[in-house]
């Protein structure tokens, strides 16, 4: 009887996903071909320091006309000046609200002093860090945005920011 059901409700999951694939692939909703132009030219960071909860989110905004292109610390004077070419636009400085533009950094976690709470793993918008409840964890330095998300997640301040190997600092004399 156990084995019956388990065979049943098998099926009409599988046939239930195969619904939504058929659905997926026949009722897309259309892209917004700004947006996604738009979207392309920022530094897909997932920060959330523009005010918005991603890349994207931001660039539907922009799009829309409800956020301005100097939202961005991370992708700086060189995002900004990409956006007001493709979008017509003057190029205007950083907005400080934001935060200014820092050198790229990533995530290193001090392995001995990691608890495994697992609260990073959640935090971090791209999946960079690597690990399990109750054991150590890492970051994969190749995926880490550099965001900072992760910082106040950590109970015990295990998380620090260091600059990427080969990465070339930020001109301290060119103003945003």
Not at 68 to 78: K, L
Not at 142 to 152: M, Y
Request: aromatic content about 6%; proline content about 11%; charged content about 15%.
């Amino acid at each position: 009887m156990t084995l019956l059901a388990i065979l049943a409700l098998t099926l009409l999951f599988g046939f239930l996903g195969w619904l939504l694939a058929i659905g997926q692939r026949h009722f897309q909703l259309p892209k917004d071909p700004l947006t996604e132009d738009i979207n392309a030219l920022l530094p897909q960071i997932q920060c959330g320091q523009c005010g918005f909860p991603g890349c994207r989110p931001y660039a539907e905004a922009i799009a829309h006309g409800m956020a301005d292109i100097n939202q961005c610390p991370p992708g700086g004077a060189e995002t900004i000046t990409l956006l007001a070419e493709f979008l017509g636009r003057e190029v205007k400085p950083q907005d400080p609200l934001y935060g200014l533009q820092k050198p790229p950094m990533v995530a290193v976690i001090d392995e001995p002093r990691c608890i495994g709470c697992a609260l990073c793993l959640s935090a971090c918008p791209v999946d960079a860090i690597l690990g399990a409840a109750k054991f150590m964890h890492t970051v994969i330095a190749s995926e880490c945005t550099g965001c900072e998300l992760c910082l106040p997640s950590c109970p015990v301040d295990c998380i620090d920011l260091v600059s990427p190997p080969g990465a070339a600092p930020l001109d301290p004399f060119v103003h945003q």
